[in-house]
């Protein structure tokens, strides 16, 4: 055949239709069947109007369904060539026109192309008969004109090349009639003259029937004719056509139709047989027909997609050898015995959560081999809102996306695409599509509260925990890894990061240092959770974190002062009456809360009868009428504890002078003082003693020297003791609690003084400036005012002098 001239007719009809992404076109190409492998069908890639490098990038390929590849692509060239040998008698049969159709699939992005080839016929196959001889048995009677059938010649190729026409081989007896192609009438042999057996009982004749290919081929039939004896009428059938429908799923032995012929002649040779002498291929076992009654049945199971209509020709023949025929034509009705086939062209398997509405994600292709509206297909999805399939052209769909996706909310989809016909009643078919939606980073890492207090005892180890700061991210795998940050702010103008630090995995808070409440009570500052995203994500929140106090302050006296130098005394007169306010203890606690509590106790005292001190307030009051009997020297120790665990406190002493007179609080107070440095000295000299029994004879030594240099400087001691000094308080000082009995509303001032070599100097009133005021208040008892220039007390300049400041 590769040496036939061979014309290929290249049709081109390219529609494109952009629907849902993809792109359809439609090329169509016209070639020979019987084509050798590798025989170019058409440059595919110019006649879709695409670049060879599309058709490798695109991994183009050819998608035929469940039929047979007969045409493959070349991708590096972008031509279609012949893969197998075409055969369009085994492909189509008599079917005509006989085409190839096939999609070309392109990826990224998708892309198909509907091509049809159509395979013309070339003149390969001869015309043939069912039968290599045919034999007749003619009386001799018969008329001439009588009509002999022959079995129609079957030639497989179409259009010219098929079958053209018959000849008979010369004779004077018979002829053909003329016979046309296409038509339904049977190949008849004509007696043209009287048949006489004496003069020749056999006749042998040779029917050929012809193609119109080139070169022509034909095929030949042996006719051999008996002549027989009278019976001289031949039967005749009723009607030339008898017509009927039947459906597909008819059962086997339904009844199609019945034929009936007569015969004039009577006795055997009136006797009339019917029999099958013409049918199509393949549909001899269809069919029966009873050759008493010439009823013919179905005998086999029809099929409308493979065969619509059939003609079949009945025989009726005498056994004179004198027949008819009689065609039966049968038409084949279409019920819905085939359910849609649904078959996947290219799909998407796994789709990124952020894709826009109207993706692409599968096409398929759905056949339906029934007619009319039992082929007709529809697809539809399973309750699924975020899909939806459409139609691209005939029998092609797309399912694509039909809004947002979520991989937070769904993270995989089983769409069922269910496609239906619309027979009656409706078949169907379902295929169920697995989708998998991969993760982006859309979601920032939030945190468990909007808000995080923690709480630290001061006085913390640093390093120890604090709190603990949790964010979840709604996302997946490293898009989900969420690291926390401390932000950059600081703190009292400290940098942050030098109170606090940020465990990066965990999200722990760790003090760096040891905290004072004192110092700080609270502060403020803020973690990032950041994911791990590209770009990462984050949000923020605010940790508060507030110190608690513990009671690690003692008690502080702010009053009396306690000096190293003087002796503070409280004067108290003779005359002060119960509930006498004699002084207030005050003092403070830097801690907090109850830890800053204070309670005041009186620990010690000269006469504890005499004196009582506020639990709360710190007051000294007299408990009693002041006596005569009551000793000047009172010395009172008050102990002031705060309410902590365990309990921190002060204690401090406080002196009371009980007298009306200055001589007598002079007098007292230099004893006490004097008594107060023996105590002093007594101590010492246990120490010494301590130490002389300790160490040997040189130590003792040392202690002898010790004690000579003491009493040396003790005998000049005796005459530079000091007075005591009565407190100072602060102008206008009076109670707290704002009682009016015995509070101290106005100032006294006094300033004692005398000289180191006389123990019965005189008391002068003196102050800083020109002039000493003493003021007192006339309403007290004992008060007095007086007002005295400044002068001398001794006429030596270099006298020493003490003072004693008298406060009350």
């Known amino acids: 055949m590769s040496d036939r001239t061979m014309t290929r007719e290249v049709g081109l009809l390219l529609f494109i239709s952009a629907v849902a992404s993809s792109v359809v076109g439609q090329v169509s190409y016209s070639i020979p069947e019987e084509m050798a492998k590798g025989s170019l069908v058409g440059n595919i890639a110019q006649d879709l109007g695409l670049d060879v490098k599309r058709l490798r990038i695109g991994k183009a390929r050819i998608y035929t369904g469940e039929s047979t590849a007969y045409i493959e692509l070349n991708k590096e060239r972008g031509v279609l060539v012949i893969k197998e040998r075409i055969d369009r008698e085994a492909l189509c049969g008599q079917t005509t026109p006989c085409a190839l159709d096939f999609q070309i699939i392109l990826e990224n992005p998708m892309q198909f192309y509907s ?83 004496e003069k020749q009982e056999r006749l042998s004749l040779v029917l050929t029937a012809i193609d119109g290919g080139d070169p022509q081929l034909s095929g030949t039939m042996q006719i ?43 006795g055997p040779h009136g006797h009339i047989q019917y029999s099958i002498s013409n049918v199509p291929e393949g549909a001899l076992e269809l069919f029966d027909v009873d050759k008493d009654n010439g009823v013919v049945t179905l ?53 990124s959560e952020d894709v826009k509405p109207g993706t692409v994600l599968t096409m398929m292709n759905v056949q339906d081999a029934d007619s009319g509206e039992n082929g007709k297909v529809h ?103 969420v690291s926390y940050i401390l932000e950059d702010s600081s703190v009292n103008g400290v940098p942050v990061s030098s109170y606090v630090s940020v465990s990066a995995d965990s999200g722990v808070i760790h003090a760096v240092r040891s905290f004072d409440y004192e110092q700080i009570k609270d502060f403020y500052f803020r973690v990032k959770a950041q994911d791990g995203g590209s770009p990462p994500l984050s949000s923020n929140v605010t940790v508060k974190v507030l110190i608690q106090d ?9 009053y009396p002062v306690q000096t190293g130098g003087s002796l503070v005394a409280e004067l108290v007169p003779r005359s002060a009456d119960v509930g006498y306010l004699v002084t207030k203890v005050v003092a403070v606690d830097v801690d907090s809360g109850q830890n800053a509590w204070l309670s005041y106790k009186l620990q010690k005292a000269t006469d504890r009868a005499l004196f009582e001190v506020g639990l709360q307030n710190g007051e000294i009051r007299t408990v009693r009428q002041v006596t005569d009997k009551d000793a000047v020297k009172q010395r009172l120790t008050v102990i002031v504890e705060d309410n902590g665990q365990p309990s921190r406190s002060a204690t401090v002493i406080v002196n009371v002078a009980v007298a009306d007179s200055f001589p007598e609080v002079l007098s007292e107070f230099t004893d006490f003082t004097q008594d107060k440095e023996y105590n002093d000295n007594l101590t010492f000299y246990l120490v010494l003693a301590l130490a002389v029994v300790s160490f040997l004879f040189i130590t003792c030594l040392v202690v002898i020297i010790s004690v000579k240099i003491y009493r040396w400087r003790q005998s000049r001691v005796m005459y530079s003791s000091n007075l005591p000094v009565i407190p100072y308080y602060p102008p206008r000082y009076s109670d707290t609690l704002g009682t009016g009995t015995g509070t101290l509303q106005h100032v006294y001032n006094y300033e004692v003084c005398r000289t180191t070599d006389s123990r019965k100097s005189d008391c002068k009133f003196s102050g800083a400036g020109s002039q000493n005021v003493l003021i007192m208040d006339p309403s007290s008892t004992g008060t007095m005012q007086r007002i005295q220039s400044e002068r001398s007390i001794l006429d030596e300049p270099d006298s020493p002098l003490e003072c004693i400041r008298l406060n009350s």
């Open 115 to 197: 091509i049809t080839v159509e395979i013309t016929d070339i003149n390969d196959n001869s015309p043939g008969f069912k039968n290599k001889e045919m034999k007749f048995e003619i009386s001799e009677t018969v008329n001439i004109g009588s009509k002999f059938v022959f079995d129609k010649a079957v030639d497989v190729d179409v259009g010219i090349n098929g079958l053209q026409g018959y000849s008979l081989s010369s004779s004077d007896t018979f002829n053909l009639n003329p016979y046309r192609i296409g038509s339904s009438r049977n190949v008849e042999m004509v007696l043209k003259k009287h048949l006489d057996r």
């Open 224 to 266: 051999i004719i008996t002549v027989l004896d009278a019976n001289d009428n031949a039967p005749a059938c009723i009607q030339a056509e008898y017509k009927t429908n039947v459906k597909e799923n008819a059962l086997k032995g339904a009844v199609l139709s019945s034929v009936s012929a007569s015969d004039a002649d009577e």
């Open 299 to 351: 005998m086999g199971q029809l099929d409308y997609e493979k065969f619509r209509h059939y003609e079949i020709d009945v025989q009726a023949s005498d056994n004179g050898g004198n027949s008819d025929v009689c065609k039966v034509i049968i038409e084949v009705l279409d019920t819905n015995d085939n359910p849609p086939a649904i078959n996947i062209m290219s799909t998407s398997s796994s789709i």
């Open 379 to 481: 697809c539809v999805l399973n309750e699924n809102t975020y899909f939806t399939i459409t139609s691209t052209s005939n029998n092609f769909f797309t399912l694509l996306t039909d809004g947002y996706l979520d991989r937070e909310t769904v993270s995989k989809y089983n769409i069922t695409v269910t496609c239906s016909d619309e027979g009656v009643p409706s078949l169907s078919s379902s295929v169920t599509l697995t989708l998998q939606i991969s993760d982006v980073n859309d979601n920032a890492p939030v945190f468990e509260r909007s808000s995080y207090e923690a709480y630290i005892v001061e006085n913390n180890t640093p390093g120890l925990s604090i709190f603990t700061v949790k964010a979840r991210d709604a996302d997946w795998n490293q898009n989900a890894r």
């Open 550 to 558: 513990q009671n690690d302050n003692p008690p502080q006296v702010l």
